[in-house]
């Protein structure tokens, strides 16, 4: 089992650029989200699913769509990075949404 | 408002020196409690998870305890591998699912 990967490690992106970041689980979960870690600020959620299809938004969801076409699959697209979006994000994985959840290796991106 | 403190934020510890972090919550109708554990540069590491007053879990030099109202990890005699940051977490309801809280953690520091 490879648990939760993410993919890329490091992203630096100009100001008005999009991207995907990329979350894949191989544990059958049906519960997936995105959470972004900012120094001080813990751990805060940005979008969150509980199967393939359904997709809710957390806590601090401006700026980003998500999408859930497969189980394994919880991709996260910045549609126009802002320099505010400068952070670590962590996508993890658990099989309800009240067991412990399972975290991917996380994305470090910078914008400018 | 559903709130997760932790305390302190910061432990320097000699090796050997036991002590105590806590998580203290504001959650109506607990679902559960989750210690992770998160090194520099990596996701936060499942460690345990409690679910009612007076529940205790040990992993070697952890124990984790929980109360109505606050959750406690003790470290006894740490070593300097236990260094790292400790998040705590707990499942709110909102919007018609379960989300997770997470408070901004405790670095731990254990020197030899």
């Known amino acids: 089992n490879a648990g939760v990967t993410q993919t890329p490690k490091f992203q630096v992106l100009k100001t008005g650029q999009s991207m995907t970041l990329q979350c894949a689980q191989d544990?059958?979960?049906?519960?997936m989200s995105w959470y972004r870690q900012d120094p001080g600020m813990g751990l805060r959620l940005i979008h969150y699913s509980v199967g393939a299809g359904i997709t809710d938004q957390g806590e601090v969801p401006n700026g980003y769509n998500v999408s859930r076409s497969t189980t394994e699959d919880f991709p996260l697209r910045l549609l126009s990075a802002a320099p505010s979006q400068t952070s670590v994000y962590f996508c993890a994985s658990s099989r309800t949404s009240v067991e412990e959840q399972y975290f991917g290796p996380g994305t470090r991106l910078t914008v400018t | 408002e559903d709130q997760v403190t932790q305390s302190p934020e910061a432990l320097r510890l000699q090796e050997g020196e036991s002590s105590s972090l806590n998580c203290s919550y504001t959650?109506?109708?607990?679902?559960?409690l989750f210690w992770y554990r998160q090194d520099p540069g990596k996701g936060p590491e499942f460690l345990f998870t409690?679910?009612?007053a007076g529940e205790e879990k040990e992993k070697e030099r952890l124990k984790a305890t929980l109360t109505k109202k606050e959750s406690f990890l003790h470290i006894t005699a740490p070593k300097p591998e236990d260094s790292a940051t400790y998040l705590c977490a707990v499942p709110y309801f909102s919007g018609g699912y379960n989300k997770l809280i997470f408070g901004a953690g405790t670095r731990l520091a254990v020197h030899p």
């Open positions: 409690l679910y009612s």
């Open positions: 544990m059958n979960h049906e519960y």
């Open positions: 959650v109506s109708g607990l679902r559960g």
